[in-house]
């Protein structure tokens, strides 16, 4: 497998790398089934177990692998990795993002791959090594923007002020600070290899969280008080920063407008196909028809909650993911013989597929309607 990166003629990265024959998906999840045949899968690489490091001379950032007593590098596997099909559009945005140099703001449904994108970019251009050169920042309704900058142990620090109780030892107060992930990605970033930045579902926070990022994400750089530390910490290269917004409020305009923005729609059906032989290898393949059907039935359910006046939760492309699964599961297991017949009569798994009381009572009633009208005409 070649780790050699795509670039274009400018010198921008391109995302995806990809292997002939399938040009929507990384190479990197391009493997050998058990027929032999190359065919898409999640991965499950070994990951360097590394330690950051910052280097206050330089002023930048790196990581330094761990060895065990004999000196042997550690690693540890990963989760599995899903495999994220690529369209052109979002082939275009990481192209983009990194011409003008501007966060990317990522909206879509719930499940429909915004987290994702970033991670799969990270993996695509890093491989193995993707975690030293990819942040993740989860914000709460709890988080503040200097906790993606650093943090500084006023608790430890005076713990220790009173062990040394006045002893005119000079105080080193760089022990007490640690960076968050949004100086690692400052730090780390560089023109040959640029850092991956995840600031995900940013609309969970206080409306005045944005704002505050206003200037590290205008000029990268940021300066730690002098009561603390006093250090300012700026970005040698601009790294890649992806934004997830579920729209659960608005976003500041001035926030807005130092944004790149995208929004993730739900999949054709073109595209579903290539998303679920990604996702659940040989169903596709070996129950085209089931899979042709099935998809009908996600989008009439999405055609119901549009209309529905007290349901606005669409099924989305993870929960279509798990509902395939589950069939697929049975199907291997033998407990679906014949699962091209009329999907009403097949188990619906409708708990992995509904997930409000409004659209589990309209099905019930869908039922329910059927039933009569079957008994009508007899």
């Given at each position: 497998m070649s780790d050699k990166r795509r670039y274009d003629s400018n010198g921008i990265i391109m995302y995806p790398t990809t292997r002939e024959g399938f040009p929507k998906v990384s190479h990197r999840f391009i493997q050998k089934g058990t027929d032999g045949k190359d065919m898409i899968a999640a991965v499950e690489p070994e990951l360097p177990v590394s330690e950051f490091v910052y280097d206050g001379i330089s002023k930048t950032g790196g990581f330094?692998?761990?060895?065990?007593?004999?000196?042997?590098?550690?690693?540890?596997?990963?989760?599995?990795?899903?495999?994220?099909?690529?369209?052109?559009?979002?082939?275009?945005?990481?192209?983009?993002?990194?011409?003008?140099?501007?966060?990317?703001?990522?909206?879509?449904?719930?499940?429909?791959?915004?987290?994702?994108?970033?991670?799969?970019?990270?993996?695509?251009?890093?491989?193995?090594?993707?975690?030293?050169?990819?942040?993740?920042?989860?914000?709460?309704?709890?988080?503040?923007?200097?906790?993606?900058l650093y943090h500084f142990d006023h608790v430890a620090r005076l713990r220790n002020s009173q062990l040394k109780n006045g002893s005119g030892e000079k105080e080193d107060l760089l022990q007490y600070r640690s960076f968050g992930p949004l100086a690692k990605a400052f730090l780390t970033s560089t023109k040959e290899n640029p850092s991956i930045l995840l600031i995900d579902e940013i609309d969970k926070a206080d409306i005045d969280f944005p704002n505050d990022l206003l200037l590290e994400l205008d000029e990268r750089r940021f300066t730690i008080p002098e009561s603390e530390t006093g250090e300012t910490i700026e970005a040698r290269y601009p790294?890649?920063?992806?934004?997830?917004?579920?729209?659960?409020?608005?976003?500041?305009?001035?926030?807005?407008?130092?944004?790149?923005?995208?929004?993730?729609?739900?999949?054709?059906?073109?595209?579903?196909?290539?998303?679920?032989?990604?996702?659940?290898?040989?169903?596709?393949e070996e129950h085209g028809t089931f899979v042709k059907k099935a998809?009908?039935?996600?989008?009439?359910?999405?055609?119901?909650?549009?209309?529905?006046?007290?349901?606005?939760?669409?099924?989305?492309?993870?929960?279509?993911?798990?509902?395939?699964?589950?069939?697929?599961?049975?199907?291997?297991?033998?407990?679906?013989?014949?699962?091209?017949?009329?999907?009403?009569?097949?188990?619906?798994?409708?708990?992995?597929?509904?997930?409000?009381?409004?659209?589990?009572?309209?099905?019930?009633?869908?039922?329910?309607?059927?039933?009569?009208?079957?008994?009508?005409?007899?």
């Open positions: 330094v692998q761990k060895t065990d007593a004999g000196g042997k590098p550690l690693t540890v596997k990963s989760k599995p990795l899903p495999p994220y099909i690529v369209d052109d559009n979002l082939e275009q945005i990481v192209r983009l993002v990194q011409i003008l140099r501007r966060p990317i703001l990522l909206k879509g449904e719930p499940g429909s791959g915004k987290t994702q994108l970033a991670k799969s970019v990270a993996f695509d251009w890093y491989g193995e090594n993707y975690r030293e050169h990819f942040f993740e920042w989860h914000v709460k309704s709890t988080s503040r923007a200097v906790d993606g790294p890649i920063i992806f934004i997830t917004s579920n729209d659960e409020r608005e976003l500041p305009e001035a926030f807005l407008r130092r944004c790149l923005f995208m929004f993730i729609k739900f999949p054709n059906d073109e595209q579903i196909v290539d998303i679920v032989k990604a996702h659940i290898p040989g169903l596709v998809i009908e039935v996600i989008h009439a359910q999405r055609a119901k909650v549009a209309v529905s006046p007290s349901d606005s939760k669409m099924v989305s492309t993870s929960e279509m993911l798990d509902w395939l699964a589950a069939y697929h599961h049975e199907l291997k297991a033998g407990l679906i013989t014949s699962p091209e017949q009329d999907l009403e009569k097949l188990p619906l798994f409708y708990q992995a597929l509904l997930k409000t009381q409004s659209s589990v009572k309209q099905r019930e009633n869908d039922y329910k309607k059927a039933a009569t009208e079957v008994n009508n005409s007899n």
